[in-house]
Nanobody, 123 residues
Framework: QLQLVESGGGSVHPGGSLRLSCAVS????????IAWFRQVPGKERVGLTC????????NYGDAVNGRFTISRDNARDTIYLDITSLKLEDTAVYYC????????????????WGQGTQVTVSS
């Protein structure tokens, strides 16, 4: 069975950068698309960026402007999310998720989710 574990969150100042990691284990995960989402308490979970099994990348929101960058290192069984120029509104729980082959804008299309990692941006 596929398992995802996020790490790398923490407390940072505005303007800083973070690299979040999603460790993947299980058979045939190379055939899955991996996406990053985030959720603020009281708000809906929103997609940030996604890396398909073929290497295609889909970006949403600020990721279009390069503040969120996804990368995939199959040799280390890890997917990364690099965040730059952190803002107060980036405070959220960040999740990685997996589904077969291609990316989707709908979180309900993803079969496997990690536990999430907290990112807190404060002055």
């Amino acid at each position: 069975q596929l398992q995802l574990v996020e790490s790398g969150g923490g407390s940072v100042h505005p303007g800083g950068s973070l690299r979040l990691s999603c460790a993947v284990s299980g058979s045939n995960y190379e055939s899955d698309a991996i996406a990053w989402f985030r959720q603020v308490p009281g708000k809906e979970r929103v997609g940030l960026t996604c890396h398909s099994a073929s290497g295609a990348i889909s970006n949403y929101g600020d990721a279009v402007n390069g503040r969120f960058t996804i990368s995939r290192d199959n040799a280390r069984d890890t997917i990364y999310l690099d965040i730059t120029s952190l803002k107060l509104e980036d405070t959220a729980v960040y999740y990685c998720a997996a589904r077969l082959l291609v990316c989707s804008l709908n979180g309900r299309d993803y079969d496997t989710w990690g536990q999430g990692t907290q990112v807190t941006v404060s002055s």
